[in-house]
C-alpha cells in the first residue's frame, strides 16, 4: 500500500463547478504539500500545511492530523486550473514521498 | 529572480554513454532534490542533500550518484544509463528540508535507447 493516496485518480467538471480532490496518507507527517503540475510539465507549490486550513484565491486546502487526511478544494473552477494536482508528505528523515496525482480537466 | 535550473531540458543518449543533468538554484537552499517521474508510479524520490557534502538515497537510488560540493549546484549523475532510466526528472530546493515549500525545476526529458 503506498505512503499517500490520492483520489479521485482522474476528474472532469465543468466551468464554475465545486472541485474535491483528496489525500490520504499512512505515515506520521510534520507537513503535507500540494502542488500543480500544469500540461506544460512544470511543477509549483501551492500549498504547505501542517493544521487547519489555507487559502489562496479560490484555492482551500485543509488538512485533519488525526484522520491522516488532507482535502484540496477548487471553487469556482475554470479551464485554467486543469492540471495535475499532487499531495506529498515528508514520512521520515528529510524524504519527500508522493501521491499519483489527480487529473483534473475543467470544461468550458 | 528566484529559480531553480535544470540542464539540459531535453536529451537523447544511448546506453551506458555517462551523462549529467546540472541543477542550480539561487535562493540560498540547503536542501535539494533529485526526482524521477513516471505514468502510473507518479514522482519518487532519487537522492537528496541537506546542506554542502551531505547527500543521502531517496526510494529509488540505483543506478545514480550525486554530489554537492557547492551550496547552488547538485548534479545528477548516470555512469552507466539504461532504458530503464528513460523517465522525466525534476530537480527541487527548499530553505531547510522536506517539510518547506518546494521550488521545481523544469524537468529534463532523458531518452536513454
Known amino acids: 500500500k503506498n505512503e499517500v493516496e490520492q483520489s479521485p485518480q482522474n476528474l472532469t467538471a465543468q466551468e464554475g463547478e465545486f472541485i474535491t480532490i483528496n489525500c490520504s496518507y499512512s505515515?506520521?507527517?510534520?507537513?503535507l504539500h500540494w502542488l500543480q503540475q500544469h500540461p506544460g510539465g512544470g511543477i509549483v507549490s501551492l500549498f504547505m500545511?501542517?493544521?487547519g486550513k489555507k487559502k489562496h484565491g479560490r484555492l482551500i486546502a485543509t488538512i485533519n492530523i488525526q484522520e491522516k487526511h488532507s482535502s484540496l478544494h477548487i471553487t469556482a473552477s475554470h479551464p485554467r486550473d486543469s492540471a495535475v494536482y499532487i499531495c506529498?508528505?515528508?514520512?521520515?528523515?528529510?524524504?519527500?514521498?508522493f501521491g499519483e496525482g489527480t487529473q483534473l480537466t475543467v470544461n468550458p | 529572480e528566484a529559480q531553480v535550473t535544470q540542464n539540459p531540458r531535453y536529451l537523447i543518449t544511448v546506453t551506458g554513454k555517462k551523462l549529467t543533468v546540472t541543477c542550480s538554484q539561487n535562493?540560498?537552499?540547503?536542501?535539494m532534490s533529485w526526482y524521477r517521474q513516471d505514468p502510473g508510479l507518479g514522482l519518487r524520490q532519487i537522492y537528496y542533500?541537506?546542506?554542502?557534502?551531505?547527500?543521502d538515497k531517496g526510494d529509488v537510488p540505483e543506478g545514480y550518484k550525486v554530489s554537492r560540493k557547492e551550496k547552488r549546484n547538485f548534479p545528477l549523475i548516470l555512469e552507466s544509463p539504461s532504458p530503464n532510466q528513460t523517465s522525466l526528472y525534476f530537480c527541487?530546493?527548499?530553505?531547510?528540508?522536506?517539510?518547506?515549500?518546494?521550488?521545481f525545476g523544469d524537468g529534463t526529458r532523458l531518452s536513454i535507447l
Open positions: 527541487a530546493s527548499s530553505r531547510t528540508g522536506s517539510n518547506q515549500p518546494q521550488h
Open positions: 505515515v506520521g507527517i510534520s507537513a
Open positions: 500545511l501542517s493544521s
Open positions: 506529498a508528505v515528508p514520512p521520515g528523515g528529510s524524504r519527500l514521498t
Open positions: 535562493m540560498n537552499h540547503e536542501y
Open positions: 542533500s541537506m546542506n554542502v557534502e551531505v547527500t
